[in-house]
């Protein structure tokens, strides 16, 4: 769940002189504030807008909205603390960063490569390959083999994989029919190309 929210914030800059404050009928140190409007996301600020200056009584806080030229000479820095402003920014950026780094560890030169080939010794040429990661029902990915038996899948997420290998029949079928022990098991490491090893298939033509 994400806790958000929106607000007003207030920051007094400080005492700029004395004088009468007709609300309280009294000289009153008068003070000028910036007051601006913030969005928090888990009560953390990280954007702001419609920035004011008032210059007010410190008292009753009655006073008049000044322009911003009237008070910048006298600031030597934005008041509104640099995440108040950009933190969207910083936050959006850690997203992306995130989303990069989760890319490149679950895809990037993760790839599993193996070969097929009849009992009879040839390499298989009408079949093709399914794997299932982990005790998944739907197979994770299909591929036919070339002509010398070979094939391969790239950007696999890491993890254990049941491969089997089924005849291209079977696999034009809609519901193709996986029986049995996989006839091989392969774990695909992040950063690595697994070998499969050779897969002995007793289907001929
Ligand atoms: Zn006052």
Request: hydrophobic share 40%.
């Amino acid at each position: 769940m994400i806790v958000w929210g929106w607000g007003k914030k207030v920051i007094n800059l400080g005492f700029a002189k004395t004088e009468y404050c007709p609300t309280c009928e009294k000289n009153r140190d008068f003070h000028i504030s910036l007051i601006y409007r913030y969005f928090a996301i888990f009560w953390i600020t990280i954007a702001s807008w419609g920035a004011k200056y008032y210059y007010h009584c410190n008292i009753c806080d009655r006073g008049i909205e000044i322009n911003k030229k009237e008070v910048s000479h006298a600031l030597t820095k934005n008041p509104i603390p640099w995440f108040h402003r950009y933190g969207w920014l910083a936050i959006v950026g850690v997203i992306a960063l995130v989303a990069i780094l989760a890319t490149t560890l679950t895809s990037d030169n993760i790839s599993m490569k193996g070969q097929v080939i009849y009992t009879n010794g040839n390499p298989a040429h009408d079949c093709a390959v399914y794997i299932f990661k982990g005790n998944e029902i739907e197979s994770y990915a299909a591929t036919g083999v070339d002509s010398k038996g070979s094939y391969s899948f790239k950007n696999l997420p890491s993890g254990s994989y049941d491969i089997y290998v089924i005849s291209d029949t079977a696999a034009a079928s809609n519901t193709p029919y996986f029986t049995g022990a996989p006839d091989a098991v392969a774990y695909v490491y992040a950063g690595e190309t697994t070998i499969v090893p050779t897969i002995s298939y007793d289907y001929s033509p």
